[in-house]
């Protein structure tokens, strides 16, 4: 079987554009998260000139919405949410630096091209396996809209998150890499 | 007549709410260690081997497979010979799931307003759905539904002309424009005939059937066969990373339609399949 990568949080365009769709990886540093809601509110604050609550540059971004942590637990289960929900928000936090996001399902036209220009990849991690994930997550902390609860921002410490380069900045997609390769014509 | 207390419901209910999303069903995980064997993706294996691990941990640990526990989706069949007393079922059928989902550290993940957008904090209201049957049980079927399988869903409303092919196409294409999104592989339950509202009903009703099996009518088995056959030939396969396991099983449920009406519609439902039953 093939290697991972590993890759350590902040990622410098040096690294993005090195890898391939395809590539499996494994993150360790910081990852921050937002789903649907954080995401209307965040691009509401870009859109009124307001800081958000994290710098994006360099850094990367995971769609969950984790179940609530058991006595004893930094963080319930936390599987990845699927990302093209979060399509027509996504492009404007990649142009401002983010370096990568983190779900599951296709991304759209739009956002692969906002990849392609400013030098940024879409990770899938596998969807369901999320009290697997969860095991890899060391530190969680709510730095922004509390009051979202499952849909809060949150700053999460990772070792050895597991997640596989669907779009890199190239333009190559798993999803239609893999998909050819098993096609049996009807 | 059977008098039945509707605290045994909430009970009941907060019960089928925890198993439900830590320990997924026996059928399930045979259904998914059979794939892991056909499948001929290296990736594809490896994806399925991490979901068996993580059904494993769900049920060691007691924790959710998934952090997506659903919208709560109740089936009750009650017997004509049951009197309940107490309170309102709709209300028992919600204090169990206000309590499960409280109790058992799961995710609140119901909205109030589809347009306002403010979270119930309980995940509550339930959907539920109930039947009056002979007899004098009890039956209730639990079935935490995941919002991204559920939003691949389709319905259409086929002439009589397009047939079954017409079925075959719309089913295949459903699945083939869902790709990774539903988090393949798949349970694909198939509504046919009926009315708009009434095909999307046994769609729903399809997916809850043991995974794998097949209808008891011999011309809906062998839609059933087939469209699994095709759908598997379209190269999805797990978390749509490509192989040949795109969906572990099609359900077809059908019922008698309006002679100018082709019903069809297809509900979507991930690997984390959560469905528990109890019969009071």
């Known amino acids: 079987m093939t290697e991972y990568i590993d890759l350590k949080t902040p990622l410098e365009n040096s690294t993005i554009e090195k890898l391939k769709a395809g590539d499996k990886v494994r993150i360790s540093g910081v990852l921050y998260t937002a789903r649907d809601a954080a995401h209307k ?15 994006v540059k360099g850094q990367l971004l995971y769609y969950v919405g984790p179940t609530p942590a058991k ?6 289960s936390a599987g990845p949410t699927t990302s093209y929900r979060m399509d027509t928000y996504a492009p404007t936090l990649i142009k401002m630096g983010l370096k990568g996001t983190i779900g599951k399902g296709s991304r759209s036209k739009e956002v692969i091209e906002a990849m392609k ?70 | 007549m059977r008098q039945i207390n509707t605290e045994q419901i909430t009970d009941t209910v907060e019960k089928l709410c925890t198993d439900a999303n830590y320990n997924l069903g026996e059928d399930l995980i045979t259904s998914l260690s ?43 069949e009650l017997g004509q010979e049951v009197v309940l007393a107490g309170g309102d079922l709709r209300e028992a059928i919600n204090e169990g799931i206000r309590h499960g989902y409280k109790n058992g550290l799961l995710r609140k993940s119901i909205v109030k307003n589809p347009i306002d957008r403010i979270n119930t904090g309980d995940n509550t209201p339930a959907v539920i759905h109930t039947d009056i049957v002979p007899g004098d049980k009890l039956k209730i079927t639990f079935d935490a539904k995941g919002g991204g399988c559920e939003n691949m869903s389709r319905s259409a409303m086929l002439t009589p002309a397009q047939g079954r092919e017409g079925v075959i196409d719309f089913v295949v294409e459903t699945v083939r424009t ?103």
């Open chain 1, 41 to 55: 509110r965040l691009i509401e604050m870009v859109v009124a000139g307001k800081d958000l609550p994290f710098d």
């Open chain 1, 71 to 76: 006595p004893g637990q930094v963080i319930g």
């Open chain 1, 117 to 186: 220009e400013h030098k940024a990849v879409y990770f899938a991690a596998v969807g369901g396996a999320a009290a697997l994930i969860a095991k890899t997550i060391k530190k969680v902390e709510i730095i922004a809209f509390d009051d979202l609860g499952a849909e809060a921002v949150r700053k999460m410490e990772v070792e050895n998150f597991p997640a596989i380069v669907v779009n890199d900045t190239a333009g190559g997609d798993l999803y239609d890499i893999g998909r050819g390769k098993y096609t049996i014509p009807l």
């Open chain 2, 34 to 76: 059979g794939a892991l064997e056909k499948e001929e993706s290296p990736l594809g294996r490896e994806v399925i081997t991490q979901l068996l691990e993580n059904a494993e941990i769900g049920r060691k640990e007691q924790v959710p497979v998934c952090q997506d526990t659903g919208f709560a989706i109740i089936f009750i």
């Open chain 2, 178 to 280: 869902a790709g990774a999104n539903p988090c393949p592989p798949i349970i694909v339950g198939v509504g046919l005939g009926g009315t708009f509202d009434y095909s999307t009903l046994l769609a729903k009703r399809a997916i809850l059937r043991p995974v794998g099996s097949n209808n008891k009518d011999k011309t809906i088995a062998s839609l059933e066969i087939g469209l699994l056959e095709k759908i598997n030939k379209l190269g999805i396969g797990p978390q749509g990373l490509g192989g040949r396991t795109t969906a572990l099983a099609v359900h077809v449920e059908s019922f008698p339609c309006h002679i100018a009406s082709l019903p069809v519609a297809v509900n979507i439902e991930c690997h984390s399949h959560r469905t528990k039953t109890v019969v009071i």
